[in-house]
């Protein structure tokens, strides 16, 4: 052994970097093969070719875990795999994913946290924008928030559901850190409070107790709200890590959200339908006249197939007066048998019947 047990790692630590490199490579000519073949066998251009499988990267993240030993843990493992995959995917097709802009929001973080960092992401004025460029093409995916384990779901979302024909693709939770931030860390100069109106509720007992007097004013996103920090000496924002970095400002507070396990779920929506991956979930919208017994009568079908039910939302139905639609998901996937049968009797007691589609559960 060398006299120097430092230098005698780091040889060690260059010669498995040079073996890395080589496999990185060996998987990228693999991935360009792959592109090649399904060019070949696909009818159509481009656009019409699913470089993109949620379900296949689903089973690859999950068998790394699986056959990981240590030191490094899962979660490492499913983020360095998931990078790996995405670089990879970009030499099949780069992936360009619209997201509820500007940047520096959360959407953006879950964006790249869901696809990868060799995606390019564009950021959109709104929720109904997102779903524009996803249907019109101009992007191959589109992600937007869905619902915060605080503050219950977000509305705008689940409403463009109902009459666009766009599919949920996956889904992906991240845990929301909220922090305080201005210009200096000095709060005795902050006048002014801004953020959007989510994040405010995320942390109301925050700043009803250390800022009760200071006016709290919410914009579009919490990336707006820093930006406007960044500009005035007596305001300060609500934001997470991205936007504080992006406009250089400084944390007076960290993870001033209420609660330690705030979550915001978002889904992906796309053209494609996703294939089984083996733990998956199954997104629906129903709608059911309005007699006695008609709700109960929807779910029985779930009950007596076993199916599991995790969430259930109602809205107001657009233009039908006390009339209402119902978001639902349960475990499984549209393609197995037990939820197959399911979803067939309940079609045939609904007046509205909608499968928004069936994709991997996310994984914190």
Known sequence: MSDDPLKSLRDRIDAIDEQLLELFNQRARCAVEVAEIKRELGEGGDEDINFFRPDREAQVIKRAKSLNQ???????????????????????QPLKIAYLGPEGTFTQSAALKHFGHSVSTLPMSSIPDVFSAVESRHTDYGLVPVENSTEGVISHTLDMFIDSNLKVCGEVEIRIHHHLASQSQDVSKIRYIYSHQQSFAQCRRWLEQNFPTVERIPVSSNAEAARIASEQ?????????PAVEIFGLRICAE????????TT???????????????DKTSLVVSTRNVPGALLGLLQPLADNNISMN???????AGRKWAYVFFIDIDGHQQDSEVRQAL?????QASLFKILGSYPKASL
């Open 70 to 92: 240590g030191p490094l843990s899962n979660d490492e493992v499913g983020r360095l795999i998931r990078e790996v995959m995405s670089a990879c995917l970009a030499l099949e």
């Open 233 to 241: 000496a007596d305001a300060a924002a609500i934001c997470g890590l």
């Open 255 to 262: 993870n001033i959200e209420d609660l330690a396990n705030n």
């Open 265 to 279: 779920r978002f889904v992906i929506i796309g053209h494609q339908d996703v294939g089984p991956s083996g733990n």
């Open 311 to 317: 969430k259930i939302e109602s809205r107001p139905y």
């Open 344 to 348: 067939n009797e309940l079609k045939a």
